[in-house]
């Protein structure tokens, strides 16, 4: 018997001591891979392919081997070893961004884009890196339907359009939390680390259902990376040819075996002012910007993340400095902006979880003479349980949200005493399933608003397809509404250019929406595949609330619409992707926007009747190399001029922003890349400011009604304004920058 037990465990420590000889070719779109990683998991041994997509590997004492196949932009596969001597023959990885990836933001649950009753618009980072940007705000700008438009000549804050519709009926998610609102809708946009990143999920349309105010226009909902999918250390760094630099840093570590953190840093710095248009103020706002993330995971069951972000901006004339700030000397707008979020998931089990989060903004600023201190906090639950009943899947939440708000500014103070906004919630949401090609959602949220009451939101949600799913079609009908706060997302009333008066208290604007959307996947010859993505969609509002800039040059008047707005429209995108490392994603919107009141049609301002994205991106594989062209064009815009006298035009010139971007992978760990950005040297007219030479209105004559008057040395009647703005001041400029990674 003692023998026997030696014996046994003789064999068992040969077994395990033996010898592994594997080898392969890693492809992806037919095409061999080069310097892809072949890792033997749970050791320290790993390879990278030839020119030739080609690899060998040799390990011993290994149990149970696998190896990790992974390649920059590409799906990581594993493979079993089931023999000493393996010939894995070809394998073929997969692009990280197919239509099979899981999103969420459409029904709160993951699930297949292929599946989603809910058309979601999926972004990885990779798509993002052909065109590199400081912030999340510029970096949607190649987003098809997409805009980020500037509202300040002088210290470029801005929003973010869906479809034509303002900033403020979008809303921004932090993973599927209401972290971006309100407030910093404005600044808490800057500062995300882009490398920590995983994508960018994008439904257009209302989601109030699921969402509550502020999601009229649209979600973006920005999914941070777990730690298991992130480097152990990376950075990207990029200078452009203004002076600006940016850092992205990312860290993952491991407490212990089930709690594992990620670590992020953003800094960005812009502190070379350029005046090239002449007109003695700052072409592009001065920022000093730091961000700071951490997320940590508890196994499956819990993660929570926080981020602070300290922003230091200026604009103004080119010799403001600290020490005018508030002043009358030198005109400058001057911005601190100090912020904290917290928010993670809880899953007590499969059905049940806890969803939570917290921001505190704090916003010290100055707008030449004008002082705007504001503060705001909100804080946010919601207990969702979800359960499959045959083919239903039911979703049920409860929501609770608490916002408080406050600033310095005497309108706000004298007509809303109520700084403290609650805001409970239900909703309920069923999916039915009636066979593998048809599927309907139903859904239904009602809220109680602590100041504007009771507001109910349904919404209905169908999807057909065909077996394979290459042809897919959609619709969607549902309401939404929004609780205006005008010093919050109107940066033009900040300005102190102009005065701002409420003609009667605002009510919430209600809205009604539909959409079409058909999907179609061409198989074609020789590798060739297209993906067709339409779009048609159309909004009706009620009690819209519309900034009237044209009966007072010298005021801004809110009221509510007492007539109609519609939004109407058509979006494509292609997708194209052939064999040799060729990609092309093309994309187009065309908008028809307007508002009816006593039998007359309008046009609001800064709202594109068409917009045009493209990428071309062709690989190289052999020499590692990558080329991305990138460029956006946006149509004539409506711009808010000061009166019939004013000589600049009120409607903009249609233009483009091309971008060229050439990277080089050293290996699987380097990466370089440089390009030019605005290649066609574009930027607004030098006028933009109106009488910048005179921001404090000096030598402004005024009636007795506060009318201005035409004189000799103002014969157009104007005041210092700097809202007439819709694109950077920034021409052509080269950047470079260098991507390393550590795993």
């Known amino acids: 018997m003692r023998f026997n037990l030696i014996f046994i465990l003789l064999n068992l420590q040969l077994v395990s001591a033996q010898d592994f000889f594997v080898r392969g070719k890693v492809y992806s779109e037919g095409q061999p891979l080069s310097s892809a990683f072949v890792y033997v998991k749970g ?92 912030s999340i705000f510029e970096a949607l700008e190649n987003v098809n339907g997409i805009r980020p438009q500037l509202n300040c000549n002088v210290c470029n804050t801005g929003d973010i359009h869906i479809n034509g519709q303002e900033g403020s009926y979008t809303m921004v998610l932090i993973d599927g939390l209401p972290i971006v ?70 860290y993952k570590y491991a407490l212990s075996k089930k709690v594992k953190g990620v670590f992020g840093l953003n800094y960005f710095n812009y502190s070379n002012p350029i005046d090239n248009n002449g007109d003695g103020f700052t072409d592009l706002t001065l920022q000093d910007r730091i961000s700071i993330f951490n997320k940590f995971t508890f196994g499956r069951k819990f993660s929570i993340a926080s981020r602070f972000v300290y922003e230091d901006r200026w604009g103004g004339q080119m010799g403001w400095r600290p020490k005018h700030r508030g002043g009358s000397q030198i005109y400058g707008e001057s911005i601190y902006t100090s912020r904290f979020e917290l928010f993670g998931n809880h899953k007590f089990n499969n059905n049940l979880s806890f969803q939570f989060s917290f921001n505190d903004h704090n916003h010290n600023s100055v707008y030449g003479t004008t002082l705007f201190n504001a503060d705001q906090t909100i804080g946010f639950g919601q207990l969702v349980w979800n359960k499959n009943i045959k083919k239903n899947e039911l979703l049920i939440g409860i929501a609770y949200r608490l916002s408080y708000y406050h600033d310095d500014t005497k309108v706000l103070l004298d007509r809303n005493k109520a700084h403290t906004t609650h805001l409970p919630g239900v909703f309920i949401q069923n999916q039915i399933n009636f066979n593998p090609n048809n599927t309907l959602l139903l859904g239904l949220r009602y809220d109680q608003n602590s100041i504007h009451g009771n507001i109910l939101t349904p919404r209905l949600n169908y999807k057909v397809n065909n077996g394979d799913k290459s042809t897919i079609l959609r619709f969607s009908a549902g309401t939404g509404y929004r609780v205006a706060q005008v010093f919050t997302e109107d940066h033009a009333a900040l300005t102190g250019a102009r005065e701002v008066v409420f003609l009667d208290d605002l009510d919430p604007e209600k809205s009604w929406n539909t959409n079409l959307n058909y999907i179609q996947k061409f198989y074609l010859e020789q590798g060739l595949i297209i993906d067709l993505d339409l779009s048609l969609f159309k909004t009706h509002f009620s009690n819209k609330i519309i900034p009237d800039y044209d009966t007072d040059p010298n005021k801004i008047i809110y009221n509510n619409l007492s007539g109609k707005s519609v939004s109407n429209g058509i979006s494509i995108n292609a997708n194209l992707l052939a064999s040799g490392g060729l990609r092309i994603n093309l994309g187009a919107t065309f908008i028809d926007t307007f508002a009816e009141e006593n039998g007359t049609k309008t046009t609001p301002y800064l709202t594109e009747r068409f917009q045009g994205v493209w990428k071309l991106e062709k690989k190289w594989r052999a020499n590692n190399l990558i080329l991305d062209l990138t460029g956006t064009t946006v149509g004539a815009l409506k711009l808010p001029t000061l009166g019939e006298l004013d000589p600049r035009a009120d409607i903009s010139t249609p233009f483009s922003i091309v971008n060229l971007q050439l990277t080089k992978s050293w290996n699987n760990s380097i990466e370089s890349y440089g390009g030019i950005k605005n290649i066609l040297n574009f930027t607004p007219p030098k006028n933009s400011i109106a009488r910048a030479f005179d921001p404090f209105d000096r030598r402004v004559n005024f009636d007795d009604s506060g009318s201005v008057l035409a004189t000799t040395n103002n014969p157009y009647a104007l005041t210092f304004d700097p809202s007439y703005v819709y694109a950077s001041n920034q021409g052509i400029r080269f950047f470079l920058g260098l991507r390393w990674k550590y795993n």
């Open 43 to 134: 050791s320290n041994t790993g390879v990278t392919t030839d020119i030739n997509g080609q690899f060998s590997i040799y390990f011993s004492n290994i149990k149970n081997p696998k190896l990790l196949i992974s390649y920059l932009g590409h799906k990581t596969q594993i493979k079993k070893i089931v023999s000493n001597t393996n010939d894995l023959g070809i394998i073929e990885l997969e692009l990280e961004d197919s239509l099979e990836e899981i999103v969420i933001s459409g029904t709160l649950k993951p699930v297949s884009k292929l599946d989603s009753p809910v058309p979601v618009e999926v972004y990885n980072h990779n798509f993002f890196r052909a065109n590199p940007s400081p």
């Open 181 to 250: 609102s309100g407030l910093s809708t404005v600044y808490g946009l800057s500062g995300i680390p882009q490398s920590l990143i995983e994508r960018i999920e994008i439904v257009k349309g209302p989601a109030s259902t699921l969402y509550g105010s502020e999601a009229i226009g649209g979600v973006i909902n920005l999914i941070t990376k777990l730690p298991e999918n992130t480097s152990s250390f990376s950075i990207d760094s990029f200078l452009s040819g203004w002076g600006e630099i940016n850092t992205d840093l990312g």
